[in-house]
């Protein structure tokens, strides 16, 4: 089976990975991977730190009083 680039299904390898799959126009065809932090998606997004982890829910961090919040959250 093949994953197709920005399928939906690679956003759990760029976030294990940090690495952003992005094709230019100059090379058709080609993917190359840049680091994730700071690469714009298709739609001129910026990719930040905090984009990687969800946030820890108030449920949890009330009933466990030494977690710690996801940076950015």
Do not use: C
């Amino acid at each position: 089976m093949r994953e197709l680039v920005y399928d939906l299904r690679v956003w759990g390898d760029i976030q294990r990975t940090r690495m952003y799959p992005v094709t230019t126009a100059t090379a058709p065809g080609k993917v190359a991977f840049v680091n994730v932090i700071g690469a714009a998606n298709p739609w001129g997004q910026t990719f930040q730190e905090k984009h990687l982890l969800w946030p820890v829910s108030a449920n949890e961090m009330q009933r466990n009083p030494s977690l710690k919040q996801n940076k950015g959250y």
